[in-house]
Nanobody
C-alpha cells in the first residue's frame, strides 16, 4: 500500500503563493486519482482538487488559482497555490485511489497553511 506524506505548508500573505507537496513511499502510478483536501478549524474536510490520470479538476472555490500536478519519477504530487485568500487557510491533506474509490488510503497528518498579513 502506498503511503502519502504532505509537506510545504507555511504562513503566507493574502495574495501570495505556496506550493504543497505530497510524497509517496511507493509508485504513484498505482494511484489513478490523487486528490487534495483541506480542513479549516471547526469545519468538515472538503475536496480541493483531483489529478485524474494527469488531468486536473478543481473545486469552484480554488479554480483559476490552484494547480495540481504530478511528477511520476519523483513519486510526488504538488498543489500550487496562487492568489491565496484567508479562506484558503487550513490543514491540507492528500489521498489517492481509483476512479471508483478515490480516497482509499489512511489520512495522514496533513500540512498546515496559514494565511495572514
Amino acid at each position: 500500500q502506498v503511503q502519502l506524506v504532505e509537506s510545504g505548508g507555511d504562513l503566507v500573505q493574502p495574495g501570495g503563493s505556496l506550493r504543497l507537496s505530497c510524497a509517496a513511499s511507493g509508485s504513484i502510478l498505482s494511484l489513478y486519482v490523487i486528490a487534495w483536501y483541506r480542513q479549516a478549524p471547526g469545519k468538515q474536510r472538503e475536496w480541493v482538487a483531483n489529478d485524474i490520470g494527469g488531468t486536473g479538476r478543481y473545486a469552484d472555490s480554488v479554480e483559476g488559482r490552484f494547480a495540481i500536478s504530478r511528477d511520476n519519477a519523483k513519486n510526488t504530487v504538488y498543489l500550487q497555490m496562487d492568489s491565496v485568500r484567508p479562506e484558503d487557510a487550513g490543514v491540507y491533506y492528500c489521498n489517492g485511489g481509483s476512479h471508483s474509490e478515490p480516497a482509499r488510503l489512511p489520512w495522514g497528518q496533513g500540512t498546515q497553511v496559514t494565511v495572514s498579513s
